[in-house]
């Protein structure tokens, strides 16, 4: 990501929006572009999570992602897949998903600027109505079309999103978007004008908080003394529940209110809340905070969990594969010579993961420093340090959320390039062969072979040589009448060569790089035989390739035909990367 945004002028991405982070994957977008833009994507898709909810703080179920595609092409694959879908199998189940290609009008400064003049915002959507007929609605009417927008609302992740109603509409000029803004009424939806607002200003309206962590011999009537000094209270209700301790603890809701008087409840209850949250009652800092429901108020514990883990990040080891008998106090007079020592926990083995995983598994450990310097030291020096036959193994603590991010995009990019390998399987392009100067090629390496065997071309069944010239005296194949070459005895001849391996014996292999490095001095090539010119310099280069591997081509290399097999495969990779596949 940090490589496109700097360098905003490189138009060869395509942004890919309202895709649902636990079905998507590049397996599944690279077939989705190729079926609607017949294009093979070459890099698996970058994806990358959406912001939380500017006023909820929730985690968004959508993510976005970015390919790369051929800068050439670029509009033509963005146009093909402006509006897809996804499916997690079942056909009656459909995910609506946009595409936009790289845009400079979109980003930073710009951005606002095109919001504000060239998007609409439209109400009264159908339920029925596509994101794709949106666009259609409007682009006929007034315009070209950036890309429509449909609101939706993930209600159960295993199903498709809900449509809210409304939607927005970004066209490619503002003289479009006003000309919607002025007829307000398109097909009995309702067009008004886009008014951006910043996140950071969003501010989710409360009048009812939630108080925790106080005395238990608190009553109502104590809770009202202290809440009622910052406006009329409307209810308050004190309940209980059980902590992990085991002991009952309590918490109530404080709602403050006031007829025709909307502003009222919310001003009180922000008073109370930046007045009274974490001031100190009887040696407990009371919590104060907006009610808001379970999910939510899971999500921000989570927030909060994860950016002190964050800033422990530096300092916080995890440590494994140590005896295990050790105790607390053996790792602190193991570390703590690095450095001082804030929080040392080890945990033990689960008792559903077995008792023979357990044992391999063993008990594992964080040890957190008070300084990152010392936590570096101690990673540097432990790892790998033996301590009663085991070596330590010590690294820096890694969130869960990051690692398994870390994983599914290890996961994701290794299933896209095992689907694109099996994409790939032909060995040789049917159109290449077709080629005139490819087949002249291949055939001046094949002529050539012919006259170095003297016509021997084939192993018989006795696992000699098909002779298609006279034999010489002495068991050898007569190449021109001058050059003799001595045949290799597989065990199978009836008779000895006298310098043959005896009959059954297994014949000795020779290295190839061998065979090359001897066989100039038992070889002599014809001096009328030379590559035959050729205009194009890609064929020449490998004509004189092709004449270099005229040593090894010999009846005694048993490796010879790998050699010129793997060499004309080399022809073909080479000639594609030249001339492209489609040539």
């Known amino acids: 990501m940090a490589q496109i945004l700097s360098n905003p002028d490189n138009k060869q991405y395509v942004y890919l929006y309202d895709l649902p982070k636990d079905l998507v994957t590049s397996v599944k977008i690279s077939k989705v572009i190729k079926d609607l833009a017949n294009y093979d994507l070459q890099e698996p898709v970058q994806f990358r999570d959406c912001k939380p909810h500017p006023t909820t703080g929730l985690p968004s179920p959508f993510c976005y992602g970015i390919i790369k595609v051929d800068g050439s092409q670029l509009q033509q694959i963005a146009q093909a897949i402006k509006y897809f879908e996804l499916t997690d199998g079942d056909d009656s189940r459909k995910w609506q998903c946009r595409a936009l290609p790289f845009d400079r009008e979109l980003l930073g400064a710009n951005k606002h600027t095109t919001n504000s003049q060239n998007n609409v915002f439209v ?12 666009d259609a609605t409007f682009s006929t009417q007034f315009g070209p079309v950036k890309s429509a927008k449909i609101s939706l609302t993930v209600k159960n992740k295993t199903l498709p999103p809900i449509q809210n109603g409304y939607g927005f509409v970004c066209f490619q000029n503002k003289e479009s978007a006003e000309q919607a803004i002025q007829k307000g009424d398109v097909d009995g939806m309702e067009v008004i004008r886009y008014q951006p607002r910043d996140p950071r200003e969003a501010r ?9 962590n106080y005395p238990t011999t608190w009553t109502e009537a104590d809770l009202k003394d202290i809440f009622s000094k910052y406006g009329d209270i409307k209810s308050l209700v ?34 109370a809340v930046k007045d009274l949250h974490e001031k100190e009652y009887d040696g407990l800092k009371i919590y104060v905070q907006p009610a808001i429901p379970s999910e939510e108020r899971h ?29 607390e106090q053996n790792l602190q007079e193991i570390f703590g010579q690095y450095g001082q020592i804030e929080s040392i926990k080890i945990i033990q083995p689960r008792q559903e993961e077995g008792a023979q995983s357990a044992t391999k598994l063993g008990p594992r450990a ?34 869960p959320e990051i690692r398994k991010k870390l994983q599914t995009e290890a996961r994701d990019r290794a299933d896209f390039l095992t689907q694109r390998r099996l994409n790939n399987t032909a060995p040789i392009d ?100 030379q590559p035959l010119a050729h205009p194009d310099p890609v064929v ?6 092709g004449f270099k591997l005229l040593p090894a081509v010999v009846p005694n290399n048993p490796n010879y035909k790998n050699q010129v097999g793997e060499f004309i495969y080399d022809v073909e990779r080479s000639a594609t990367e030249a001339y492209g596949q489609d040539h």
């Open 204 to 212: 989710k309206v409360y009048n009812n908080i939630y108080v925790k």
């Open 366 to 399: 964080f040890v957190c420093f008070k300084q990152p310097d010392s936590a570096a030291n101690a990673r540097a020096a432990l790892h790998q340090r033996s301590y009663e036959g085991r070596n330590l193994y010590v690294t820096n603590y890694e969130l």
């Open 430 to 529: 049917s159109n290449l062969l077709q080629r005139p100067d490819t087949l002249h090629l291949i055939q001046h390496i094949l002529t050539l072979i012919q006259k170095q065997m003297g016509g021997n071309r084939f192993p018989n069944h006795q696992g000699g040589y098909n002779n298609q010239q006279p034999r010489g005296p002495g068991g050898y194949n007569n190449m021109n009448g001058n050059q003799r070459v001595p045949r290799q005895n597989y065990g199978h001849n009836r008779s000895r060569s006298p310098t043959g391996p005896a009959q059954g014996m297994a014949p000795m292999m020779v290295p190839p790089q061998q065979i090359i490095a001897q066989q100039p001095a038992q070889v002599s090539i014809r001096s009328d035989i």
């Open 540 to 545: 020449n280069a490998y004509n004189m390739a």
């Open 238 to 271: 004190q309940m209980t529940k059980q902590g992990k301790d085991g002991v009952e603890k309590p918490f109530a809701f404080v709602c403050y209110d006031k007829e025709n008087d909307r502003s009222y409840g919310p001003a009180c209850a922000d008073a």
């Open 123 to 134: 109400k009264s959507i159908k339920d029925t109505t596509h994101t794709k007929d949106l």
């Open 299 to 327: 999500a921000q514990v989570l927030r909060e969990q994860t950016r002190f883990k964050n800033s422990k990040k530096k300092c916080n080891l995890f440590v494994k594969n140590f005896p295990a008998e050790y105790t």
